[in-house]
């Protein structure tokens, strides 16, 4: 039996199991996932013992993802991100690291049929996540604004896409009055913040949303959130948290497995506990 799992803390309300397992149970695979909340010192032991149970595969989860980088020899994306949520063990030697929230908002955005090339795009967040959008956006070809509470976080964001795409104008940023100006001459918008997260609360102001735009929001609990909400009432195209949530679990299954993923039976598994 192949055991996978998830590092985090908390994670009991991780939604992360069900999603997995029902693809075991799709595709007729013996395998579990399991939750493991080891201690803040204790991540990389946690890591190496997983390596030596002969564990197959790791998610790793807030407050872990930064910290994780430094025990896994990281790919290009989940390097420039600088946070890995996906560790794979295949072969010898030290555990590969991934970034599948990055591969989450690229999958989102395209099972919705929103094209990214050559697009402009607003990013709300600083934080880990909206790392991930940024730099899935910007590898994708659209330009990004960054739009924070804390500005340096924003320009420090906006200066690595910089630095990694090698082309200034690429990525901009500025605080959250940004958004006024930048987000009615967007094409696509995403909320990076946990800003809405079980609150009626939107961090963009609803006059800037409009027809033409294309609106992910990383939270999912509520699923539709009042930016989303707004966003619908103006006839934009919505894509709720729960298709990033999804897609960034689709990736590392089929990075573990080598199989594609049982997409549909991934997301009603998820969808029914939210
Ligand atoms: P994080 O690293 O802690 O970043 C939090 C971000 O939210 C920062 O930009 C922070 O701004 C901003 N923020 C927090 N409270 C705010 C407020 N009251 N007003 C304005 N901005 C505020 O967290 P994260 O890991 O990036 O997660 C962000 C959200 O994305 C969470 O809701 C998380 O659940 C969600 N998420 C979803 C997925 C998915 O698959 N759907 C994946 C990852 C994360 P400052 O920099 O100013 O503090």
Redesign the pocket.
């Known amino acids: 039996m192949d055991v996978y799992g998830l590092l985090g803390n908390p994670v009991g309300h991780s939604l992360s199991p069900p999603m997995h397992e029902a693809a075991y149970d799709a595709l007729g695979t013996d395998a579990r996932y399991v939750t493991f909340e080891p201690a803040p010192d204790d991540l990389g032991a946690a890591i190496e013992g997983a390596q030596a149970l002969g564990i197959a595969g790791l998610n790793v989860t807030?407050p872990f993802?930064e910290n994780a980088l430094a025990h896994v020899e990281p790919d290009d994306l989940a390097a420039r991100i600088g946070a890995v949520n996906t560790v794979d063990f295949a072969g010898d030697g030290r555990p590969r690291g991934y970034n599948t929230?990055a591969t989450?908002v690229r999958r989102a955005f395209a099972h919705h049929d929103v094209t990214l090339a050559g697009r402009d795009a607003v990013v709300v967040?600083?934080?880990?996540?909206?790392r991930?959008a940024a730099f899935a956006l910007a590898d994708a070809s659209a330009s990004v604004h960054v739009a924070?509470?804390?500005v340096s976080?924003a320009e420090a964001l906006a200066d690595d896409i910089e630095g990694a795409t090698g082309e200034s104008e690429r990525a901009t940023a500025g605080g959250?009055e940004t958004l006024e100006t930048r987000v009615p001459d967007a094409d696509l918008l995403v909320n990076?913040?946990?800003?809405g997260?079980e609150e009626d609360r939107s961090?963009v102001p609803a006059d800037a949303l409009h027809g033409d735009l294309a609106v992910l929001d990383?939270?999912?609990r509520p699923l539709e959130t009042r930016l989303l909400r707004e966003a619908r009432e103006r006839g934009a195209t919505t894509v709720d948290?729960?298709w990033?949530?999804l897609y960034?679990g689709v990736e590392a299954f089929e990075r573990w497995t080598g199989r594609d993923a049982p997409v549909d039976a991934m997301n009603e598994a998820l969808r029914a506990r939210l």
């Open positions: 807030i993802k929230d989450g967040g600083a934080g880990g996540a909206a991930a924070n509470r804390t976080r959250l990076a913040t946990s800003v997260m961090p990383a939270v999912y948290g729960a990033m949530l960034q």
